[in-house]
């Protein structure tokens, strides 16, 4: 069935590097967009970022320009999340959603947990 | 930026219409896409593009868009619809925006 399942969470002192990633199955990940929303303890979604079908076109919330880095990897039905120099506000649940062809985000994963703390 | 603001909480009788709202500048000139979020789950996407529902939604789930305010509609409001919900739209500016979501108590 289609699914999306994370990986990569864990626990990091705030300067430190993560990566994560989100394994899709039963669907041509290849024709979607896809993205990551977080959702910090006790609080709404948060958008992160997106990335096209091809990986040409990529947005970022402003809350991580320059330090995180959307990617994937359509060959292994993969999508990622470098997240770099982060900060104990990044703490928080991770998930990579798939966005359907009317717009919505049809699929979700369970989501990775971040905690930044030193 | 793009802001999308939601009540923080409804209540509603059980067997009643619950109505969450979501403001937002000229809203109705874009596409809301709503979701729904039980505790310790991922959301789900309840109601797209205003008011199209995906494939396994109950029909009592409903929404509608003009204006300045997006609507999502439960009515015959269950225990098991007790949620939060948040609605979201893009953003040619701000990519995509979420509401601040809204606590839904079936009582």
């Known amino acids: 069935q289609v699914q999306l399942v994370e990986s990569g969470g864990g626990l990091v002192k705030p300067g430190g590097s993560l990566r994560l990633s989100c394994a899709a199955s039963g669907f041509t990940f290849s024709d979607y967009y896809m993205s990551w929303i977080r959702q910090a303890p006790g609080k709404g979604l948060e958008w992160v970022s997106y990335?096209?079908?091809?990986?040409?076109?990529?947005y970022y919330a402003d809350s991580v320009k320059g330090r995180f880095t959307i990617s994937r990897d359509n060959a292994k039905n993969s999508l990622y999340l470098q997240m770099n120099s982060l900060r104990a506000e990044d703490t928080a649940v991770y998930y990579c959603?798939?966005?359907?062809?009317?717009?919505?985000?049809?699929?979700w994963g369970q989501g990775t947990t971040v905690t930044v703390s030193s | 930026s793009y802001e999308l603001t939601q009540p923080l909480s409804v209540s509603v009788a059980l067997g009643q219409t619950a109505r969450i709202t979501c403001g937002g500048n000229n809203i109705g000139s874009k596409n809301v896409h709503w979701y729904q979020q039980k505790p310790g789950q991922a959301p789900v996407l309840v109601i797209y593009r205003d008011s199209n529902r995906p494939s396994g939604i109950p029909e009592r789930f409903s929404g509608s868009n003009s204006g300045n305010t997006a609507t999502l509609t439960i009515s015959r409001a269950q225990a098991g619809d007790e949620a939060d919900y948040y609605c979201q739209v893009w953003d040619s500016s701000t990519a995509v925006v979420f509401g601040g979501g809204t606590k839904l108590t079936v009582l």
């Open positions: 990335i096209s079908s091809s990986g040409s076109t990529i």
């Open positions: 959603a798939r966005v359907g062809t009317p717009g919505g985000m049809d699929v």
